[in-house]
């Protein structure tokens, strides 16, 4: 009888850094393609209590386009937007973490041209007698909002189911992780091989990590308000100058509804502060009376006295922001220095400010095709 032979590929070792919504979903692209073994090495997981170091739990979130300019931007937003609203439809796995809505957004400054957001799905124009006091136009669309805390835990999920591992640790330096791999970690082995490659995808994290230290990198700092208000089930946005300051209101899925919020750069604050706390409830009745409980609007003009008590929690977080955009480039590193042969290549995806969610997939696939390159991999389609 023949013996018969089956050949089995050895997978790539690759090592994502970071394990914020930027991390999971550039993880989980790369474990999919069948020919990549990931692992995730990263302080925090999505499980975790909330902290400032942990930016992706403290997100919003919706998907909206933001303003077309010279860089990839718009098409990594693009490309996310059919992956997220593919995975909202009704029936698929991933349908608790999202919301599907009407969004109406409201324009106190102009709009450059052309307008991204005409390829919303049920766009719109508002006629000058549906915008607000101070509005000079206004569009509506249907969009999706993000449950975060469920969805960073779906991707953390779907990467384990395929056979992606995810490490607790913490590194100074990247070269420790160039030179030593996974086995410095709980959980890693002396016996695991060195990675080929490794991702960046530590957000503010790349200001002070040792060996990339971009000092381009800095924070938005941003407050909301989360109120339970299971009736609300729409998303409006109030643009009110050129800086994007704005007031929004997020449904989720969970009846929960995020009200914000500021962009305020360089303010490293950890906590919510009070006073902006009662800015954003006053702005967020204003544009949204119907944060108030349907009863109490019935019988006369609601008040914030009327929202206090449906507030559960105040939210507080840093956007990785970074001057120049995205940084999403390859960049190599002398073997010599970490006691490797040849050169070792690190791509860096990080610097998204408040728009992680909206990019993450088109920039999962940017690295996905740099990863390509620099390893000269054939992955499934």
Known sequence: MAATHQTSTVKKEVVVL?????????????????????????????????????????????????????????????????????????????????????????????????????????????????LIPGAISGVTFTTITIDVPIYLNYLLTRFCAQGGRILRGSILHINQLLEGGTRLFAGGSKHDPLPEAVIVCIGLGARFLGGIEDKKMYPIRGQTVLVRAPWVRFGRTETIDDSGACTYIIPRRSSDVIVGGTRVANDWFPRPRPDITLDILTRGLALCPELAPPEIRAIRKPTLDDILPHVIDEGCGLRPAREGGIRLEVEWVDGAKVNREGKVPIIHNYGHGGYGYQASWGCADKVLELLEGVLGSATKA
Do not use: C
């Open 18 to 130: 970071g394990a914020g919504v930027v991390g999971l979903t550039t993880a989980l692209k790369l474990q999919q393609q069948g020919n990549y073994q990931v692992t995730i090495v990263s302080e925090m997981v999505p499980s975790d209590p909330k902290s400032i170091k942990y930016t992706s739990r403290w997100a919003g979130a919706h998907h909206v386009y933001n303003p077309i300019n010279a860089t990839e931007q718009h098409s990594f937003e693009e490309q996310t937007f059919k992956v997220m609203w593919d995975l909202s439809a009704p029936g698929s796995e991933a349908e608790e973490s999202f919301l599907r809505i009407p969004q109406t957004e409201y324009f106190s400054v102009s709009r450059e041209k052309p307008e991204p957001l005409e390829k919303m799905p049920n766009f719109r124009n508002l006629k000058p007698e549906e």
